[in-house]
């Protein structure tokens, strides 16, 4: 079993950056990981995801040149470094891992409040 914690938000203005960081403890966080935000009112969507190495990532088209995802595989810990911020990025933040590629994310973390003001 893995738990995840998620820390890092906050608000800030918009233009403005933060990481945010999730830490697994209970095993190693040698999984597939991903971050998912979900703001009041609409779906949870996946924001960007990593393999297990760090050598893969990719984003939604919404924060592609502004969020970067990395992972530190020897802290147990991912990042999800956000620039540029947007009230539109204003969302609750959790990440999740899988074992495997192919499976849905089993993993998930009590997520962590981003808020952007304009």
């Known amino acids: 079993q893995v738990q995840l914690v998620e820390s890092g938000g906050g608000l800030v203005q918009a233009g403005d950056s933060l990481r945010l960081s999730c830490a697994a403890s209970?095993?190693?966080?040698?999984?597939?990981v991903a971050w998912f935000r979900q703001a009041p009112g609409k779906e949870r969507q996946l924001v960007a995801d990593?393999?297990?190495?760090?050598?893969?990532?990719s984003y939604i088209d919404a924060v592609k040149g502004r969020f970067t995802i990395s992972r530190d595989n020897a802290k147990n810990t991912v990042y999800l470094q956000m620039n540029s911020l947007k009230p539109e990025d204003t969302a609750v933040y959790y990440c999740?891992?899988?074992?495997?590629?192919?499976?849905?994310?089993?993993?998930w973390g009590q997520g962590t409040q981003v808020t952007v003001s304009s």
């Open positions: 990593i393999n297990r190495s760090g050598g893969s990532t």
């Open positions: 209970g095993r190693a966080l040698s999984m597939y």
């Open positions: 999740a891992a899988k074992v495997l590629p192919t499976r849905e994310y089993e993993y």
